[in-house]
């Protein structure tokens, strides 16, 4: 045997001989992705391990993506559905729910910008997504990660390397598309509106908001019970005072733990013939879409209670119903301050903010109903 | 507008450059920054030159400008009491915090001339700055918290009048 067939036969043996053209463009989106995630700081929790994720299953023949390989046992925290709802258990952990309980009207708010959702679906469907498939891509406008996952993985887990990636940039970039959507919709005057303070609610108030809330939840919508039980779990926790200790491990040790599973397991969906589609790109825009019409409802609804108030009520707060907790909340101190220096609305619009999580999981909820 | 000014102090010549925005000078000297404030003529602490524009916050805690010392680098005021009117406060002008948060900076003294909408304080809530302003002209009689300090909405910050 020559040397040179032995060269040969080694290096079809590598994975260079096995890279294909697709691979090569999906190393170059994992790249971005971790670079979006260090040199602009979006979401870099999420964006890190799904960028890397999309390189591991980019490199061919390492067998990793493979059943028993190690991707594919990482991957059972999504298929399983497990991995989501532990997110959420933190998410309640890490909540305040005071500005909503303080302000109980403010839970409408929440619900208005879940609007996004169900017009976004019906934009789906009529490019011609299928149902499960046009629902996964509404949930986006959610401006939920974890309840996106959940909802595409239950639906149409072909597609949630685009829809996780989508939600994610679009969570990040909520300071860049939600402004130009509420100057559209309200006056100066309106965006002047100073509110009242957020009042303190008592401890009982905290303790038993989230074991009625999953109790009339899971109720009424029985397909949200992961996301609305695990995220009041983590609620209680923080509001029982008596156990710190798991209020901290879900809100730190826990999250952070699967975080790193779920980006890397959602990465490892970002396989070339998945994501190099137009598809990923029909997505993309109607997840931006989805964004917007969910920020506008959201506003819309609150210059009806601007009306209803006879003024007390700043329009913009309906923008914080999405639930990207709490960058859409900030959004709105930084207009409001902008349009009035001595405007602090952080607080009053944290209110429909925590509201919009507990909004985004009734709807992937719903859809998940409609779609069973 | 930016402007250079040359003095000579114990023999040795510094050039330093100087800003005006509103009632604030911001002096630069050899890359490090020195925000003060402009007093009116009867608030300057006795002492003081009369003829003297420029009041510092508080006089006393100004750094030399030699050795180029590390304190007070930035805009971030040293809190220290001052010589300043302090004494002719009165209840009215308590500016109360915007809501619960940690103070993060303080940027004026007691005895610092301030405008309406002037910053100054900077609260962090929700990992966000966000900027205080002054509710109206007048001078700084008290700043009654600390960087650091949490704060609960209406718990007062500081006393303008």
Do not use: C
């Not at chain 1, 971790?34 to 391990?49: D, F, N, S, T, V």
């Not at chain 1, 639906?155 to 685009?162: K, T």
């Amino acid at each position: 045997m020559s040397i040179l067939r032995i060269i040969a036969d080694f290096f079809t043996s590598t994975g260079f001989a096995a890279l294909s053209l697709g691979n090569i463009g999906m190393l170059a989106v994992g790249g971005l992705l971790i670079y979006l995630g260090i040199a602009r700081k979006y979401e870099p929790l999420l964006l890190i391990p799904i960028g890397f994720g999309a390189i591991l299953v980019n490199l061919p023949l390492s067998g990793i993506q493979e059943e028993g390989g190690l991707i594919w046992y990482i991957y059972f925290g999504i298929r399983s559905g497990i991995f989501p709802p532990l997110i959420f258990l933190g998410v309640g952990a890490m909540t305040d729910f005071g500005p909503l309980l303080s302000k109980p009207q403010t839970f409408l708010l929440g619900a208005a910008a879940q609007f996004g959702i169900f017009s976004t679906l019906l934009g789906a469907k009529a490019l011609g997504f299928d149902f499960a498939e046009a629902a996964s891509i509404a949930i986006i406008g959610g401006a939920d990660g974890p309840t996106a996952i959940y909802l595409t993985s239950r639906l149409a887990d072909h597609l949630l390397g685009p829809i996780a990636v989508a939600a994610y940039s679009y969570m990040a970039l909520v300071p860049i598309i939600q402004p130009p959507v509420i100057r559209a919709l309200t006056t100066k005057k309106e965006r002047m509106v100073v509110m009242s303070e957020v009042k303190p609610v008592s401890r009982r108030v905290r303790i038993l908001f989230p074991i009625l809330t999953t109790i009339a939840t899971a109720l009424l919508v029985p397909a949200a019970t992961p996301l609305i039980g695990m995220l009041m779990l983590g609620n209680l926790f923080r509001e029982a005072g008596v156990v710190d200790r798991l209020s901290k491990t879900a809100q730190n040790e826990l999250i952070n733990i699967v975080t790193i599973f779920l980006g890397v397991a959602v990465g490892s969906k970002m396989s070339a013939e998945e994501f190099l589609t137009l598809k990923t790109i029909m997505i993309i825009g109607l997840g931006l879409a989805a964004f917007m019409v969910g920020t506008a409802a959201g506003t819309l609804l609150g210059k009806l209670m601007y009306v209803i108030s006879k003024g007390k009520v700043n329009p913009m707060i309906g923008a914080a119903g999405v639930s990207a907790v709490p960058m859409a909340a900030r959004v709105v101190q930084k207009v409001g301050q902008k349009a009035n220096p001595g405007n602090f609305l952080l607080m009053n619009a944290m209110g429909p903010n925590v509201a919009g999580v507990i909004g985004s999981a009734i709807a992937a909820g719903v859809l998940l109903a409609l779609a069973g | 507008m930016k402007r250079k000014v040359r003095f000579e102090l114990e023999g040795k010549i510094y050039e330093i450059g100087v800003e005006r925005t509103g009632n604030r000078l911001t002096l630069t000297h050899e890359g490090k920054r020195y925000v003060v404030s402009l007093l009116p003529e009867e608030a300057a602490p006795k002492g003081s030159p009369p003829q003297s524009p420029a009041q510092t916050r508080p006089a006393a805690a100004m750094p030399p400008l030699y050795p180029p010392v590390a304190s007070t680098p930035s805009s971030s005021a040293p809190t220290a009491p001052a010589s300043a009117p302090t004494a002719a406060i009165n209840s009215t002008g308590a500016l109360p915090a915007p809501m619960t948060g940690v103070v993060k900076e303080i940027k004026v003294g007691p005895g610092h001339t301030v405008e309406e909408g002037q910053v100054v304080l900077i609260m962090e809530a929700m990992k966000m700055d966000i900027d205080v302003p002054s509710p109206l002209a007048g001078i700084v009689a008290e700043v009654s918290v600390k960087p650091g300090d949490t704060v609960n909405a209406k718990q007062q910050l500081m006393v303008i009048h």
